[in-house]
């Protein structure tokens, strides 16, 4: 499907929420963005302490603001956990002062358009709406979009996968200028936990086959052919058991973290080690460290530590 044709249906469909054809300027809309570099003083900065919103703002600032990642009349997509059809204080999905507050800082930045989607795991409309993200996009400004739909996924190969040699990838990803990965940490049944490059599984259309077809390999695949340009770890609120959804409150405990990093491997690591365990338990780090993604050895990063 070709882009014009994409974001007209899109429009037509309802997903663009107040968003009307004559503001579109498909031209802007371009995949340059897999060969830009990154350029941040720190590869990693973990701050702890505030509320989601203070820690982002502190964090960023750090990393040079978010013009290190985001330049004028850009497109940028924005990728939390929206999967669940549940409230923020269950952690199941990222928190949405976070992600309102990112987008935010995109268009204060200048960014044209920023977008904000995942493919839910429950119906799409109700996640979006009582995750409360929705309303927090729409608040700053931002554009959501819906990932349930088939014929907005193409074709990729991944040409470096092991287990996992193409995917259906949601067109957003392959033409945004920027991409922003805002996982929240949490535990997973399938993988132990739920981190950065965990959260990618939302941008493809057939999950089921990752988790038919050893999960952790197809995971780092994946990041060999997409790696975000910066990932926010919310660990304001970490689902410590019983995830990706939980059963109750009680399975919830408020930790007050943020990790900010280019680098997705090392983003994963250090949050693992904040949850308190060792990284060989999370399979798909080592691997994607070993396929030449990112790195896992934090002694080897220079890393921002702060705490408000």
């Excluded at 999967?83 to 987008?103: H, Q, S």
């Excluded at 358009?113 to 119906?123: C, G, I, P, R």
């Excluded at 981190?195 to 999950?207: C, Q, S, Y």
Aim: hydrophobic share 40%; charged share 25%.
């Amino acid at each position: 499907m070709k882009r014009r044709e994409f974001f007209k249906k899109t429009i037509g469909a309802g997903v663009f929420a107040g968003l009307s054809a004559s503001m579109l300027n498909f031209k802007d809309i371009i995949a340059s963005h897999d060969n830009k570099k990154i350029s941040a003083p720190y590869d990693l900065v973990a701050i702890k302490g505030g509320n989601p919103v203070e820690m982002f703002d502190e964090a960023i600032k750090a990393m040079g603001g978010i013009q290190t990642f985001v330049k004028k009349n850009q497109i940028v997509v924005v990728k939390p956990n929206i999967g669940w059809d549940l409230p923020p204080e269950r952690a199941a999905n990222t928190d949405p002062t976070l992600v309102g507050r990112i987008v935010e800082h995109c268009i204060q930045a200048g960014a044209k358009k920023v977008y904000v989607f995942d493919n839910t795991v429950n119906e799409w409309t109700r996640c979006y709406k009582n995750s409360g993200i929705e309303d927090a996009v729409k608040k700053a400004g931002g554009i959501m979009v819906s990932g349930k739909d088939e014929k907005y996924y193409q074709e990729i190969e991944i040409k470096n996968g092991k287990s996992l040699k193409n995917a259906k990838v949601h067109e957003l990803i392959l033409q945004a200028d920027v991409f922003i990965n805002v996982p929240i940490l949490k535990t997973h049944g399938g993988t132990g936990l739920s981190l950065a490059m965990k959260n990618l599984m939302g941008v493809v259309w057939d999950r089921g086959y990752w988790h038919r077809n050893n999960l952790h390999q197809c995971i780092a695949d994946f990041v060999t052919f997409k790696k975000p340009h910066l990932n926010v770890i919310d660990g304001y609120r970490v689902l410590a058991r019983n995830g990706p959804r939980g059963v109750s409150e009680a399975d919830v405990v408020q930790m007050k973290y943020l990790i900010l990093s280019p680098d997705i491997v090392a983003a994963d690591a250090a949050a693992t080690k904040i949850f308190g365990w060792d990284i060989n338990k999370v399979p798909h780090i080592s691997m994607a460290e070993e396929m030449g993604v990112g790195i896992a050895n934090l002694q080897k990063l220079n890393i921002k530590r702060i705490t408000l």
